[in-house]
């Protein structure tokens, strides 16, 4: 079964930054394409970050790009999202997202969602 | 960027009735359109891919259809645990991008 597990949200001041996980089990992690998704309070979802199985792929959203930095460790079948220079917009649930294998690349459809990790930026 | 507008933003139904959800991109997705199921508390959950497929576990209630820029999710008679918010995501170009949602509330 998959599993996804995230941690490392919390209460964070605006300009600083924060270091997201997600832990994988139950799957291939090496050869998954994982996504970050975050979702702001009462809103809707938008798509934050993806990368390719090897590390080697990454794409961002543009509220984001300069700012946040997607990583992982194969070796420990665990991603990271480095959140730096925080404001307000970026207070949401984030979820790590494992990619479905059917499209063969990294824009493909999340098929496994974490519950999720709370970052909040007063303003 | 891909700016997909979903209509209504609520649709109020009753069980068993049929529920038709639209999403609509502001360009060209081809048939690069998913759609999920959230649930308060909940994480989203994949129904559809590339516009018509059900995905793993998806009952047959649920289907899909379109292609370009208009897409439809359907819901051919509406069970208790179907009201929750529907998003359609489409994959056709970075970044990646999803519509604001519509919510399915019992009548």
């Known amino acids: 079964e998959v599993q996804l597990l995230e941690s490392g949200g919390g209460l964070v001041q605006p300009g600083g930054s924060l270091r997201l996980s997600c832990a994988a089990t139950g799957f291939t992690f090496s050869s998954s394409v994982i996504n970050w998704v975050r979702q702001a309070p009462g809103k809707g979802l938008e798509w934050v970050s993806v990368?390719?199985?090897?590390?080697?792929?990454?794409h961002y959203a543009d509220s984001v790009k300069g700012r946040f930095t997607i990583s992982r460790d194969n070796s420990k079948n665990t991603l990271f999202l480095q959140m730096n220079s925080l404001r307000a917009e970026d207070t949401a649930v984030y979820y790590c997202?494992?990619?479905?294998?059917?499209?063969?690349?990294?824009?493909?459809?999340?098929?496994?969602w974490g519950q999720g990790t709370l970052v909040t930026v007063p303003s | 960027e891909v700016v997909l507008t979903q209509s209504p933003a609520t649709l109020s139904l009753s069980p068993g009735e049929r529920a038709t959800l639209f999403c609509r991109a502001s360009q060209t997705v081809s048939t690069y359109l998913a759609w999920y199921q959230q649930k308060p508390g909940q994480a989203p959950r994949l129904l559809i891919y590339d516009a018509s497929n059900r995905a793993t576990g998806i009952p047959a209630r649920f289907s899909g259809s379109g292609s370009g820029t208009a897409f439809t999710l359907t819901i051919s008679s509406l069970e208790p645990e179907d009201f929750a918010v529907y998003y359609c995501q489409q994959r056709s170009s970075w970044p990646l991008t999803f519509g604001g949602g519509t919510k399915v509330e019992i009548k």
């Open positions: 990368i390719s199985g090897d590390g080697g792929g990454t």
């Open positions: 997202a494992k990619a479905s294998p059917y499209c063969g690349g990294t824009n493909c459809y999340p098929d496994s």
